[in-house]
């Protein structure tokens, strides 16, 4: 009777202990659930709040100092790859004819601040040393980016500054250009000597740039100079001496009618005795039409150019059509594409041009280049250039020596050139691009 009853006893303890643990894990373990999921909506809410007020940046510049602005604006979170970004920044930089560059920054607002969209532009002086332009970059990026940072809740924390002297003083400044915007501009590169015991190699181009351009004219006149020498001894034979002379003028002058038309003179000389060609003058008219407005030029291109005109020919030796100087009108068609966007990069072309006294002297020329982000980290890169030639009228006649060949003093006969190149690129890992470091 003992037995039972203390059997009978454990019995209901371990019941009781059983009801008691699991009201202890259904009152207590749903408080933690529920405490659980609060931090979580806490942690949301705080990432959510961290993320308006530290927006995720992606800067898209090839030509920037990615350190130095990291440095200099470390207001933002830096990603490196768009589909992470709150802020797509698209920069491009156009040479200008007159020296320097004109950068375009297109801010895209993403996300939360996909309403927040717009271009700005700066123009570097063309003696503007490289830490001038990168500290002007800095400051065009913290302008464009104060509308988003205005949108967080500690958009107290900055402040708009501003030189108000200097601002009156460019309102009050009348525009002088004693040059009347010509812009002139001599060099002396690629001036190159090699020596060696039986071997002398000398290569050197010199010239001149004049240039003008204002809204209405666009003018060029460009004299340029090219030699080219080599030496070989040889020890049972005559020394081999090759010199190449390349020398001649562009120029032209560009009238501007309106935001889709424009027409030219366009002027060139050129001496080359590597391509049998004594003296060349060609003038050749033209017109081009733009389908988009030429404002948007620095970004997106549609023309379509057509060119007609004359041109003189003297050669140093019989071509292969036994002449030794030609009169000849030719004309030329082209249409190209150039895009840049944030997706990537894409122009291209074809050129078409034949002798008006006989169309088969003709030549075709496809071309183009495409660079493409894939996806996240992956780029693609392409570019070619074809050409169908049929106009070869400055070869010479007879056959030519292996000297000649290799030392490229003449111009072979060929139906066709093609040059192409191609590139994949993946960059994998962390997202986030804040980290600056130079060591090494």
């Known amino acids: ?13 371990f019941y009781t202990m059983k009801i008691l643990l699991m009201f202890f894990l259904f009152n207590y373990g749903t408080s933690f659930l529920l405490s659980a999921q609060h931090l979580q909506d806490d942690y949301t809410e705080e990432e959510n709040r961290l993320s308006s007020l530290v927006p995720s940046l992606y800067l898209d510049c090839g030509f920037c100092d990615f350190n130095y602005i990291r440095e200099e604006l470390p ?28 950068h375009e920054f297109s801010f895209l607002g993403l ?7 717009f271009d700005l532009t700066y123009q570097s002086g063309r003696d503007a040393t490289s830490s001038e332009i990168r500290d002007d970059i800095n400051k065009v990026l913290q302008s464009g980016l104060m509308p988003y940072l205005a949108q967080s809740s500690k958009s107290h924390f900055f402040q708009i500054d501003y030189d108000v002297e200097a601002i009156r003083a460019g309102q009050q400044e009348a525009i002088e250009d004693p040059w009347n915007y010509w812009v002139f501009e001599a060099y002396l590169g690629a001036v190159t000597l090699g020596l060696e015991s ?13 240039d003008r351009v204002t809204e209405d004219w666009k003018l060029r006149f460009r004299p340029y100079f090219n030699y080219t020498l080599v030496e070989i001894q040889r020890d049972d034979e005559d020394d081999v001496l090759s010199i190449v002379q390349r020398h001649g003028i562009d120029s032209y002058a560009i009238k501007s009618l309106n935001q889709h038309w424009s027409a030219g003179l366009f002027a ?3 001496t080359r005795d590597d391509r049998n060609i004594r003296h060349r003058v060609e003038v050749n008219p033209g017109v081009e039409y733009s389908f988009l407005p030429y404002r948007e030029a620095s970004r997106r291109a549609i023309t379509l150019q057509y060119q007609v005109g004359y041109t003189y020919a003297q050669y140093f030796d019989e071509t292969i059509f036994g002449v030794t100087r030609q009169n000849l009108f030719n004309q030329q068609l082209r249409g190209s594409v150039n895009i ?7 122009s291209g072309g074809i050129i078409g041009s034949h002798y008006l006294h006989d169309a088969d002297l003709r030549r075709a020329i496809f071309f183009g280049s495409i660079s493409v982000r894939i996806r996240e980290g992956l780029s693609l890169n392409f570019s070619t250039n074809f050409q169908m030639i049929q106009d070869q009228l400055s070869l010479p006649a007879g056959d030519a020596s292996l000297e000649d060949i290799l030392l490229q003093r003449r111009e072979l006969a060929t139906d066709y050139s093609l040059s192409t190149s191609v590139a994949i690129t993946y960059t994998f890992g962390s997202d986030f691009a804040n980290i600056v470091n130079t060591r090494f």
Do not use: C
Not at 1 to 13: A, D, G, P, T
């Open 1 to 13: 009777m003992q037995v039972r009853l203390f059997i009978k006893s454990v019995r209901i303890l």
């Open 75 to 102: 207001f933002v979170n830096y990603v490196r790859d768009p589909n992470n970004a709150d802020i797509h920044i698209f920069v491009t930089r156009t040479p200008l004819v007159r020296g320097g560059s004109e």
């Open 111 to 117: 996300r939360n601040f996909s309403s927040i969209s």
């Open 198 to 210: 039986n071997r002398k190699d000398f290569n050197s181009r010199w010239g001149i740039w004049a």
């Open 268 to 270: 060139t000389y050129l």
């Open 340 to 346: 840049q966007q944030p997706w990537g990069n894409l």
